[in-house]
């Protein structure tokens, strides 16, 4: 029983507190990381559209380059 009183002593004085640290600690880095990340995302997404378009406007020109050539 002493070992037992032992443990449970331990788990909370030590254990569970030093576990509630690293949750808080990881929640913040996570936090840090996701805030850091938005601002790129946004910059991916519009490269992504520009690219896009200047990819469809390149297709669509060539498209009507060669209709017009072989056709008319």
């Known amino acids: ?3 037992y009183n032992s443990a449970s002593d ?3 004085t ?3 507190p030093e576990a509630d640290r690293l949750v ?3 929640d913040a880095a996570f936090e840090r990381t996701y805030q850091d990340s938005s ?3 946004s910059v991916i997404r519009i490269a992504f559209l ?3 378009l200047v990819l469809w406007r390149l ?3 060539l498209q009507l ?3 017009s050539r072989f056709v008319a």
């Open 50 to 52: 520009l690219t896009t």
């Open 1 to 3: 029983m002493a070992t």
């Open 14 to 16: 030590h254990l569970l």
């Open 65 to 67: 380059y060669l209709f």
């Open 39 to 41: 601002g790129t995302q």
């Open 59 to 61: 297709l669509t020109t």
């Open 10 to 12: 331990l788990m909370r």
């Open 24 to 26: 808080t600690v990881n």
